[in-house]
């Protein structure tokens, strides 16, 4: 932008000339430097997404690119499939659980660092491990530890007298799905942890001091002054923490392949293994489609919190 | 006044517990990693029934022998490079899609660059588990099945939005007065972004580039649908599904493999968590 001539004169008058020509030229870049970016979603996330759609009302196989419609069968087959209904139970259940377990531990665990006087910072770095360590091998790990004959879990168990019998974790439905449960609290209360505590960075200190000055004991001050106020971060960690288990495909598969007897499917899992595995892409993109109406939820109640928060600012 | 005191040295004592209770359990399987890496066979596989036998320590000395074999006897290094090779294009292309499109979300687009800011973050919410389907019938159009460049194309779908987002924050924060001082010193915008702001976004771009390449080192989903051989795996696929010598799993050579990658990656994923919250969290709270 050359600076306009004779500008003795029109000192005043420049600032605004100035100021929009830029304005003029700042659209035309603004929207030049995000086409790009918003061209590669559009395409590979759009796009994608709408052939999911597609493809769930199609008879198309992975062997062929042939595409003919099938209306309804897809969803009428998967709903009378009770592999499938098993399946969408087991997403709730290993959801619900372990996001009511998660908020529990997470809460718990912010307020126990917040009160640290040493070591908080240690503390910190090494309960986020599980959230930062790359979650397949995780899961490995978990899978040994697990493991039918060498498992350290019943080792200890016997040991302390608590355990008479023996576990076989990945061989029983129900010790499977307690074994999938503690995978995902441990995996998601790390990251529910650090979230709370930089909600509770943002909770101005002299509410709490008043309350102390007003008489509430530890309980009630915890319960009538702290948790509420900590309600909109927490609600922000739960609403990732549904996102991130109730669409996770690899701690299922890695820990019990959908077994015993198909008992431990997740949507994700049967939509990989019909889908990919079986080939059947209309079938599985049926099954994976049911997972949408958790995903608009959790958005619409982002967007609504987002807009409260901004309210209350 | 004792019992009190006394009182407050028991109340200290039960927070240290717990503070100890919580790390034990997130800490828990990284020790079993680690002691399972380095013991020798026959005294790793000691059934659980054998009580006398503490699975916890070391009954023998440690051995190298599992990271000699995870080295010398497997693919992972193969995997380790082809993980690198491919974070670091996706890298790329996420630092020149998301940078320009984060600083333009944060300054050039006004009301509808907010709108579409808080759009683009929302598509991070769309996870594999939707995508991964129809991903392999457009994968098998472009004929890019079991090939590094099916991954190089579909991980910037996540790691745009994220990055595009953050680095909106990140572009958010640095003073406009700056940028105007620029303008009215005679700066074009566009030199103004070149010569003022890049310079001020470096460590922004820092941050940009080590989430690009965790996420990718943290895929699972999309390595598993697209890449079936051995030799093309990443780290976080061919180690869970290709460490295994028939039906047996080398479970030293294994939890060596799920250390030794794990470990590095969180702890460079420690030192940048602070700006990925307020990141994820901007949208709610404003932060």
Known sequence: ?313 | MRVRSLVRVLKQAALYLSALAFTVFAVFPFYWMFLTAFKQNRDLYVGATNLSHIPWIFNDPPTLEHVKLLFAGTPYLTWVGNTAYIGALVVLITVIFAVPAGYSLARLTGAWGERMGIGIFLTYLVPPTLLFIPFSRVISVLGLQNSPWALVLVYPTFTIPFCTWLMMGFFRSIPKDLEEQAMIDGYSRLSVILKVVFPLAISGILTVVIFAFTLVMQEFVYALTFISSVGKMTVSLGVPVALVRGDVFYWGSLMAACLITSVPIAIVYNLFIDRFISGLTAGALKG
């Open chain 1, 1 to 313: 932008m050359p600076v306009p001539e004779g500008a003795g004169e029109t000192v005043v008058a420049a600032p605004a000339l100035r100021r929009r020509t830029l304005a003029d030229r700042e659209d035309t870049l603004g929207r030049i430097l995000l086409t790009p970016a918003l061209l590669y979603v559009i395409l590979l996330v759009g796009v994608p997404f709408v052939l999911a759609i597609l493809l769930s009302f199609s008879r198309a196989t992975s062997g062929s690119l042939a595409f003919s419609w099938a209306g309804l069968q897809n969803f009428a087959a998967v709903l009378s499939d009770p592999q499938f209904r098993r399946a969408l139970q087991n997403t709730v259940l290993f959801t619900v659980v372990s996001q009511i377990l998660v908020v529990v531990l997470a809460t718990a665990a912010a307020l126990v660092i917040d009160a640290l006087m040493v070591g908080k910072r240690a503390v910190r770095f090494l309960i986020l491990l599980p959230w930062a360590a790359p979650v397949s091998l995780a899961a490995m790990a978990w899978t040994w530890i697990f493991d039918s004959t060498f498992s350290v879990v019943n080792w200890t168990l016997k040991v302390a007298g608590l355990l008479k019998g023996w576990f076989y974790w990945f061989g029983d439905p129900t010790l499977a799905m307690i074994a999938i449960i503690t995978v995902h609290v441990w995996r998601m209360f790390p990251f529910a942890t650090v979230i709370v505590l930089a909600g509770r960075t943002a909770i101005p200190q002299d509410v709490s001091e008043q309350a102390v000055i007003d008489g509430a004991g530890f309980w009630r001050k915890l319960f009538q002054v702290e948790l509420p106020l900590l309600l909109p971060i927490v609600a922000v960690a739960v609403l990732f923490g549904v996102v991130f288990t109730s669409t996770d495909l690899s701690i299922v598969w890695l820990l019990t392949r959908g077994g015993p007897y198909n008992s431990t499917h997740v949507l994700a899992s049967l939509a990989f293994q019909r889908g990919i595995l079986g080939a059947d892409l209309g079938q599985g993109a049926a099954i994976a489609l049911f997972l949408l109406p958790v995903l608009v939820i959790v958005a619409v109640a982002m967007l609504r919190l987002a807009r409260r928060v901004e309210v209350g600012a």
